[in-house]
């Protein structure tokens, strides 16, 4: 059973900065793809970033190019999200998300396997 468990969500002023974190743990964790998604209230879910199993490969919303980065570390089982010059409209919950199949990074939400539970990121103005 694969786990996926984020942290690092808060409060934060606009301008701010956090950093999430992905744990995973009961699966093989180099052998994902890993993405970043985020999901406002009243809105649909939307991807934020990607990552490919080594690293090398990224993707990421327009809306956040610039001032988000993904990375991973294979070692420790977590994919990380740095989030710089935050707005009010990056207030949502973020979830982490695992997918097995090796077709490079995709945006697609359903294309991924597992899920956390979400981190709650509020940005204030």
């Known amino acids: 059973q694969v786990q996926l468990a984020e942290a690092g969500g808060g409060l934060v002023q606009a301008g701010g900065s956090l950093r999430l974190s992905c744990a995973t743990s009961?699966?093989?964790?180099?052998?994902?793809?890993m993405g970043w998604f985020r999901q406002a209230p009243g809105k649909e879910r939307e991807f934020v970033a990607g990552i490919s199993r080594s690293g090398l490969s990224t993707l990421y919303a327009d809306s956040v190019k610039g001032r988000f980065t993904i990375s991973r570390d294979n070692a420790k089982n977590t994919v990380y999200l740095q989030m710089n010059s935050l707005k009010p409209e990056d207030t949502a919950v973020y979830y982490c998300a695992a997918d097995r199949r090796d077709w490079g990074v995709v945006r697609a939400a359903g294309q991924y396997d597992y899920w956390g539970q979400g981190t709650q990121v509020t940005v204030s103005s």
């Open positions: 009961g699966g093989t964790f180099s052998s994902y793809t």
